[in-house]
C-alpha cells in the first residue's frame, strides 16, 4: 500500500498508521484520500505546507464519555459515548451521530474524516465531525431508548452549538432520536436553540427534505452520471442494499424516474421482487412498524423472493446503490456485479465498498461514485435546515428539492472537472478527494496554524 504513495507522502500515512494502532476503518478511509493527492504531491507545494495533511489526520478534538441508563427491568446499564471533532477550516463541525452495536473509535474517526471532504464538496460553509454510541436501539422500548439519548445529551450538551459543532442522525438515530436528543438539550440549556441539531421533525424546527435527502440525492447523482454517458434511469434495473431511511429514498427516486429497483435488504438477509419494489408498503413495514424485510415478504406476497442466504449483490442489475454500511461490498461482490454487467456503483452508505471492489470496478470502466460525492446530499440538506433555523424560515418541499438537486449537480460537475484537470478523466475517487482536499487545505492556509 504505502509503495503506491509519493514519497512526499508515504511518510505521513505511515505516521497516521503509528499514531492509531489498530483502527483499520481510519486507515482505510485516510488512505483513500492520501492516494488520490498522488498527481498535486509534487507540484502543489502549498499544499503540502505546513503540515496541512498531518493536521487534516489528526482530529482537532476526541470526545469520549460513559453513557449510563436505566432499562425497562431497572437494570444500570453502561454504554460508550463519542464525538469526535475532526475538522472546522470550513465552518463548525457537522456530521451525524451513530447508534449501533460495531461503534468504536476507528468507525467513528473514520466517519468524521470521510465527513469533513463530504461536507466541502457541498458547497456549504459546514466542517465535519461524527459521534455515536455502541448502544442499539432494535429491540428497545420508546422508553428505554428516551432514556438513553437524554444521559447522552447529558454529556454531550456542552461540546455541541449552532457555531461550534451541530449533530444529526446517521444509522440508528432517526427522527425519534433527534426528537429526545433535541428535548434534552433544551431542558438543560434552557434555550430553544433549532441550529443545534439537524434531522429535526417538521413541526419543530425540521426542514422538509432532510428525511428522502441522502437517497434522493443519491439518485439525482446517478442521474448525472448516466446523463454524462449520454444516458438516463428510464428502464434500468436497480438493486439497492439495506432498508433504512437512505435505502428507501433512493428506491423511491429512482422508481419516479423510471428504474425498476429489483432488491432491497436488512441484516437477515435480502428480497427480490421483480415487479419492482413497493416503497409505501417497505415504508409501512420499515419505519411505522419498525418491522424486518420477512414482514415485507408476507405482505407482498406472490413472486417476492427472500432469501437468507448469498448475497444482494448476486442480483443482476445496471445500477447499484449501496446503501446499508461500511465494506458491505467486496471483491467478490464486485467481480459479480461485474461478470453480470453492472454499469454503474454510487455509494448510498459510507464507505460501503472495500477498496478492492472500487479497484475492479474502475478497472473494468464501471462508472463508480466514492459516497463523499453521491451521499453528499443528506449533509447538505443539514446545512439548508440550519440556513432555515437561523433565518427563522420554512421552506416549500419544491424550493427545498430544487436546492437538493442543484447542489447534487455542482458536485457532480465539480468532481468530473477536477479528474479531467488532474489527468484522471472519470474517476470520480480522485476528483471528489482532490477538489475537497483543496478546498479544505486553502483554508487552513489562510487560518494559520491552529
Ligand atoms: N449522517 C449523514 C452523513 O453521513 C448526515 C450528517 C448530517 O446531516 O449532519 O452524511
Redesign the pocket.
Known amino acids: 500500500m504505502v509503495e503506491n504513495l509519493h514519497p512526499n507522502l508515504a511518510p505521513m500515512y505511515e505516521e497516521v498508521l503509528e499514531r492509531n494502532p489498530g483502527e483499520k476503518e481510519y486507515h482505510q478511509a485516510v488512505y483513500e484520500v492520501i492516494h488520490s493527492l498522488n498527481p498535486i504531491a509534487g507540484q502543489r507545494s502549498e499544499y503540502m505546507q505546513w503540515s496541512i495533511l498531518r493536521r487534516m489526520c489528526e482530529p482537532e478534538r476526541q470526545i469520549i464519555f460513559r453513557v449510563p441508563w436505566t432499562d425497562d427491568e431497572g437494570n444500570v446499564r453502561i454504554n460508550r459515548g463519542y464525538r469526535v471533532e475532526v475538522n472546522s477550516a470550513l465552518g463548525p463541525f457537522?456530521?451525524?451521530l451513530r447508534f449501533h452495536p460495531s461503534v468504536n473509535l476507528s468507525i467513528v474517526k473514520f466517519?468524521g474524516f470521510e465527513?469533513v471532504y463530504?461536507n466541502a464538496l457541498t458547497g456549504m460553509p459546514i466542517g465535519g465531525g461524527k459521534g455515536g454510541s455502541n448502544f442499539d436501539p432494535k429491540g428497545r422500548s420508546d422508553a428505554e431508548v428516551m432514556r438513553f439519548c437524554q444521559s447522552f445529551m447529558t454529556e454531550l450538551y456542552r461540546h455541541i452549538g449552532e457555531y461550534t459543532d451541530?449533530?444529526?442522525?446517521?444509522i440508528g438515530v432517526g427522527s425519534r432520536e433527534i426528537g429526545y436528543l433535541f428535548g434534552q438539550y433544551k431542558r438543560i440549556t434552557n434555550r430553544y436553540e433549532s441550529g443545534t441539531i439537524?434531522?429535526k421533525g417538521l413541526t419543530w424546527g425540521g426542514s422538509r427534505v432532510r428525511t428522502e435527502a441522502?437517497g434522493y440525492g443519491t439518485v439525482y447523482f446517478v442521474k448525472e452520471m448516466l446523463a454524462d454517458a449520454g444516458d438516463d434511469l428510464d428502464g434500468k434495473r436497480v438493486v439497492v442494499s439495506g432498508s433504512g431511511n437512505v435505502a428507501i429514498y433512493a428506491i423511491e427516486k429512482a422508481a419516479q424516474l423510471g428504474a425498476t429497483v429489483v432488491a432491497c435488504s436488512d441484516s437477515n438477509g435480502f428480497v427480490v421482487d421483480e415487479q419492482g419494489l413497493d416503497v409505501e408498503l417497505l415504508r409501512e413495514v420499515k419505519e411505522k412498524r419498525r418491522e424486518r424485510l420477512t414482514a415485507y415478504a408476507e405482505a407482498r406476497g406472490g413472486s417476492v423472493r427472500h432469501v437468507t442466504d448469498g448475497s444482494i449483490w448476486s442480483v443482476p442489475c445496471d445500477v447499484a446503490l449501496p446503501c446499508a454500511t461500511q465494506n458491505e461490498l467486496d471483491g467478490q461482490a464486485a467481480r459479480t456485479l461485474i461478470d453480470n454487467g453492472v454499469r454503474v456503483v454510487a455509494e448510498g452508505a459510507?464507505m460501503p465498498c472495500t477498496p478492492e471492489a472500487v479497484h475492479l470496478f474502475q478497472e473494468s470502466h464501471v462508472l463508480f461514485a466514492p459516497g463523499k460525492a453521491s451521499?453528499?446530499g443528506?449533509?447538505a440538506t443539514?446545512a439548508l435546515e440550519m440556513q432555515q433555523n437561523a433565518s427563522r424560515d420554512t421552506w416549500s418541499f419544491e424550493a427545498t428539492d430544487t436546492r437538493l438537486e442543484e447542489i447534487m449537480t455542482g458536485i457532480h460537475r465539480r468532481v468530473v472537472e477536477t479528474a479531467e484537470e488532474y489527468g484522471q478523466p472519470g474517476d470520480y475517487v480522485a476528483g471528489a478527494n482532490l477538489a475537497s482536499y483543496m478546498k479544505v487545505a486553502d483554508a487552513m492556509v489562510a487560518l494559520g496554524v491552529v
Open positions: 457537522k456530521g451525524g466517519l465527513q463530504k451541530v449533530p444529526a442522525g446517521d439537524t434531522g441522502t459510507n451521499n453528499a443528506g449533509v443539514s
